[in-house]
């Protein structure tokens, strides 16, 4: 028994020094576990400490650099150093890509607000030139609030007379295209449909070819083909006040967008009446003289085809959206060409087929021929120029009959850009002496190639050349000794005065002619040339129901001046056509 008790205290003695001694070790590993906590605490304190210091530090470098930023942009604003600003815009757009959007609309806004107009118009074409696809993409934070102020721009609550702030309309126009193939495509035409009427009396009062350009071309872009009509009635009747100040990128993009909605005649006859240049040379105005040829002679459709196809690649003043619905309407013109063309292929086949006689194919059989002025040795629109080439020339017995007499060989000048023959005087003095007696038909051209006059002329006299285009008579036929010839530069001088019958009231007119027209113009000038513009309206296709009002208007202003100024010192206008 005693035996087994000194075992057990032997044994719990054992256990005691054996738990006493893991209790020390653990301690031991506690403390040390203890001492790395504390050191990595102090390590981390620092380093927050440090981190603390730098951010204080980057805050106040921040706000120093946006201090900086905010002067430089002050004094690109202020000293309009056009091209560091748009680096300057360039430069935010990076450094905040999701608010630079913003930040410019901002920036435009208190440009409007201080005044300072030719800056906001810059800011606002500089946007629509740095907005890119990506942009799009999160375009729902930044897209309202900008549809939002470029509204207030186009219909701001107080009238804005100064001249300058008219750049900003046309910066809009040309902005909100980039919507067009957006989400928020049907917004913006939305806006602009329910808007065109204001705005189209807004933007023809500002008497700007640049503006009224950019408003129609963005219409036309947003395919509102119903509201430009109207807008197209507007700009025919303005159209003339304009010529001085009309370049000719203005006259190609309405062209083309008159041809667009088949407005196409009307607007050239109003271009050719005011006397306003095409130009020529100009692969958009070229092509359209190539269509309107295979149009009057589709013989000429493959080497037609071919130049148009030629020329397409040539234009470069249309936007890419422009460009889209331009060729896209002109391929629709050529497909129906194309169907012509197999037509009287088959037709022309058929009767090859039941002819006796087969031509050799150098004889090339021509019905009338052009000519050109006397002096008009070279042509810059011959591109390439003209070339010598040996036809057979229809000959006739008398001035009336459709019977051909015989063919005469002459060598001719060829045009490979319009397919067709032309003869010089020379070689008219030639015929003279071989046929003589005998009638051949000549269309005679101007400089500018266009057709002014057809005859059967008579190889025994001199031919009688036209004269150039002049004025429309302003009193009947039982007159024509009146001089009729309406000053180009009295329209510009009208509408300089502020005469004009959009926007402008019938006490207004009145004032403006009887205090500042007639004493400066004279009575005859004047009305003269509103005669003219009544004529002209009339005398377009259903001018006299289109254009009533504009009419109406015009024509009671001559009875008022034929009331109150004229004294039969001359023959008084007529406004029939």
């Not at 600003?85 to 901002?106: A, D, G, H, I, R």
């Not at 046309?170 to 449909?193: G, H, I, M, N």
């Not at 046929?435 to 059967?456: A, D, F, L, S, T």
Request: some cysteine; proline content about 3%.
């Amino acid at each position: 028994m005693i035996e087994k008790t000194l075992i057990k205290n032997e044994i719990m003695e054992v256990l005691n020094r054996e738990v006493n001694r893991i209790v020390e070790l653990n301690v031991a590993t506690i403390q040390e576990e203890r001492n790395v906590l504390e050191r990595e605490n102090i390590t981390l304190r620092k380093q927050l400490m440090i981190e603390k210091q730098n951010e204080k530090s980057s805050e106040w470098k921040s706000k120093d650099k946006d201090i900086e930023f905010q002067l430089l942009l002050k004094y690109l604003l202020k000293s309009n150093d056009f091209a560091n600003l748009y680096n300057f815009l360039l430069e935010q757009k990076s450094l905040f890509p999701e608010k630079w959007v913003l930040k410019q609309t901002s920036l435009f806004v208190s440009q409007i607000d201080s005044q300072n107009y030719n800056m906001s118009a810059y800011l606002i074409r500089s946007l629509a030139d740095l907005l890119t696809v990506e942009d799009f993409e999160n375009m729902d934070k930044w897209f309202h609030s900008l549809h939002n102020e470029l509204s207030k721009v186009l219909l701001p609550v107080q009238s804005i007379e100064s001249v300058d702030y008219d750049n900003n309309y046309s910066a809009v126009f040309l902005l909100l295209p980039k919507f067009v193939t957006t989400p928020y495509c049907d917004q913006v035409k939305d806006f602009l449909q329910e808007n065109s009427r204001v705005l189209m009396d807004t933007i023809f009062l500002l008497n700007s070819p640049q503006v009224i350009t950019d408003f129609i071309r963005c219409y036309f872009i947003y395919k509102l083909e119903e509201c430009l009509h109207v807008i197209y009635e507007q700009l025919l009747v303005e159209l003339p006040f304009l010529e001085a100040d009309l370049k000719a990128e203005h006259v190609i993009h309405l062209l083309w967008i008159s041809f667009s909605i088949n407005r196409y005649n009307e607007l050239l006859t109003v271009l050719n009446e005011a006397e306003i240049a095409l130009p020529q040379t100009q692969p958009e105005i070229r092509i359209y003289h190539t269509l309107q040829q295979v149009e009057k002679e589709i013989g000429k459709y493959k080497n037609g085809k071919k130049q148009i196809e030629k020329l397409q690649k040539q234009i470069t003043l249309f936007t890419k959206a422009e460009q889209d619905l331009h060729f896209d309407h002109l391929k629709e013109e050529i497909a129906k060409l194309t169907i012509k063309y197999k037509k009287d292929q088959a037709i022309k086949h058929k009767e090859r087929q039941t002819e006796p006689k087969i031509l050799k194919a150098e004889d090339i059989k021509i019905m009338k021929i052009s000519k050109l002025p006397n002096k008009q040795k070279s042509h810059p629109l011959f591109d390439p120029p003209l070339r010598k080439r040996d036809v057979l020339l229809a000959v006739f017995n008398n001035q009336t009959t459709n019977q051909i007499d015989h063919y005469t060989k002459i060598s001719a000048d060829y045009s490979d850009q319009f397919s067709e023959y032309y003869i010089n005087k020379a070689q008219i003095n030639s015929l003279k002496q071989k046929e003589k007696g005998k009638w051949i038909e000549v269309i005679y051209k101007n400089k500018h190639n266009k057709q002014i006059k057809k005859e059967r002329m008579h190889l025994l006299k001199e031919p009688a050349v036209p004269k150039t285009t002049t004025y429309p008579e302003t009193h009947s036929s039982q007159q024509n000794n009146q001089s009729n010839e309406v000053d180009l530069n009295t329209r510009s001088e009208l509408r300089k005065l502020g005469y004009q019958i959009t926007g402008v009231s019938r006490i207004k007119r009145w004032e403006i002619l009887s205090q500042k027209a007639v004493p400066r113009l004279g009575l005859r000038k004047v009305v003269y040339t509103i005669a003219y513009l009544v004529r002209g309206r009339k005398a377009m296709k259903n001018g006299a129901i289109k254009n009533r009002y504009s009419i109406t208007e015009w024509e009671k202003d001559l009875a008022l001046l034929k009331k109150h100024f004229y004294k039969n010192d001359f023959p008084w206008p007529k406004t029939t056509v």
